[in-house]
């Protein structure tokens, strides 16, 4: 009778014992408004970088591309996401979806050439987080400032990462906000100067309201439309302190870039490596 006794009262006591799985699945979850943020990041990250559309094609080539483009891919692509994450549930995406249609090899091969893009990318970012402080600060454009510059600036954004998913993405929510604020700024000051016959460009050598708004408030030259044109348009229209704003913008929407694509890169090596 004892032994019976002692093995029913070690089941009652592990029946009695909270699961473990609901702890670590509750630390997981994202809130929705971070993870629109992180998405963001990891698929855009703001207006800057599109000044060589008007450099290279004229600024109405560029309004109409961005004025069409949603429509015949971006659209298209998030309805293909919405069906195949529908009918295949989980958080491997398209890992799974190429799994499911061609095997575990070609899944694998999907998720490995993943995480190599993803890596890749990462690299690039905290050079370029430094090449938009170097406007600001001309003694990150060269030497021993600027290799250290770019050491700090990836241990800090790698720890912020490590500090947890739910810190990535609020943070994520912080550097959207601030660094979107100056385009929201420059598309209201430029209003009064709009002259829409700059528009219609065609022969010279976020997104579609700032790029209205900037091009069409401003003499058009278009050679100077290259990477970091919309922080000198800034400044033409409104002043130093918009130029300033929108610098630091861009730098911190390279952090979210980095931040997101870290994100996913650790999450692919966590839950399929």
């Given at each position: 009778m004892e032994p019976n006794l002692s093995s029913s009262n070690t089941q009652l006591l592990l029946e009695e014992q909270p699961p473990t799985t609901t702890t670590t699945k509750s630390r997981g979850k994202l809130a929705l408004i971070p993870l629109v943020f992180l998405i963001f990041f990891e698929v855009?990250?703001?207006?800057?970088?599109?000044?060589?559309?008007?450099?290279?094609?004229?600024?109405?080539?560029?309004?109409?591309?961005?004025?069409?483009?949603?429509?015949i891919w971006s659209i298209p692509e998030a309805l293909i996401t919405a069906e195949l994450a529908t009918?295949?549930?989980?958080?491997?995406?398209?890992?799974?979806w190429a799994h499911q249609a061609f095997g575990p090899f070609w899944g694998s091969l999907m998720g490995s050439w993943k995480f190599l893009t993803g890596v890749l990318n990462l690299a690039s970012y905290p050079v370029l987080c430094i090449d938009y402080l170097k406007l600001v600060f001309p003694v990150f454009s060269s030497g021993v400032p600027r290799y250290i510059a770019m050491l700090v600036s990836t241990l800090v954004l790698s720890f912020l990462n490590y500090t947890g998913l739910a810190i990535v993405g609020y943070t994520a929510v912080t550097l959207g906000i601030v660094s979107l604020s100056p385009f929201l700024v420059l598309t209201l000051v430029s209003i009064p100067k709009i002259d829409p016959s700059r528009w219609i460009s065609l022969g010279q050598k976020g997104y579609l309201v700032p790029l209205l708004a900037a091009t069409g408030a401003i003499p058009l030259s278009q050679e100077d439309w290259t990477d970091g044109y919309f922080a000198y348009v800034a400044e033409m229209v409104a002043g130093r302190w918009?130029?300033?704003?929108?610098?630091?913008g861009a730098c911190l929407s390279v952090i979210g870039l980095y931040e997101?694509?870290?994100?996913?890169?650790?999450y692919q090596v966590s839950r399929h490596g």
């Open positions: 855009s990250g703001g207006p800057y970088g599109e000044e060589s559309a008007v450099g290279a094609a004229g600024p109405l080539w560029a309004i109409l591309g961005f004025l069409i483009f949603p429509f009918a295949f549930p989980g958080n491997g995406g398209f890992v799974i918009l130029k300033f704003w929108m610098e630091a997101a694509q870290l994100s996913s890169c650790a």
